[in-house]
């Protein structure tokens, strides 16, 4: 079984930047897909970002291109989301994910207050 913890999150200004990291315990995620998805209050969980297995590859939701960041330590199997320009839109609950071959893991979420 593979654990997710997120960390870094907090309340933050507009206009400021947060770093969130995702780290596995149990079996490694070394070779999985690895994303972020947020899920803002009163609304659907939404995909935010995501990086394939060896870091060669990213993809974006439209509402964050440019500002946010995905990245992956392949060592430490630890995934980051760089967030900067940070709005009120962007509050929600944070999740990382590990996802291969149809199996995903979830992490338990990390909030992500913007004040205006």
């Known amino acids: 079984q593979v654990q997710l913890v997120e960390s870094g999150g907090g309340l933050v200004e507009s206009g400021g930047s947060l770093r969130l990291s995702c780290t596995p315990s149990?079996?490694?995620?070394?070779?999985?897909?690895r994303a972020w998805f947020r899920q803002a209050p009163g609304k659907e969980r939404e995909f935010v970002a995501s990086?394939?297995?060896?870091?060669?590859?990213?993809y974006y939701a439209t509402a964050v291109k440019g500002r946010f960041t995905i990245s992956r330590d392949k060592a430490q199997n630890t995934v980051y989301l760089q967030m900067d320009g940070l709005k009120p839109d962007d509050t929600a609950v944070y999740y990382c994910?590990?996802?291969?071959?149809?199996?995903?893991?979830w992490g338990q979420g990390t909030q992500v207050p913007v004040s205006s």
């Open positions: 149990g079996r490694t995620v070394m070779n999985y897909e």
């Open positions: 990086i394939d297995w060896d870091g060669d590859n990213t």
């Open positions: 994910t590990a996802n291969r071959e149809g199996t995903t893991f």
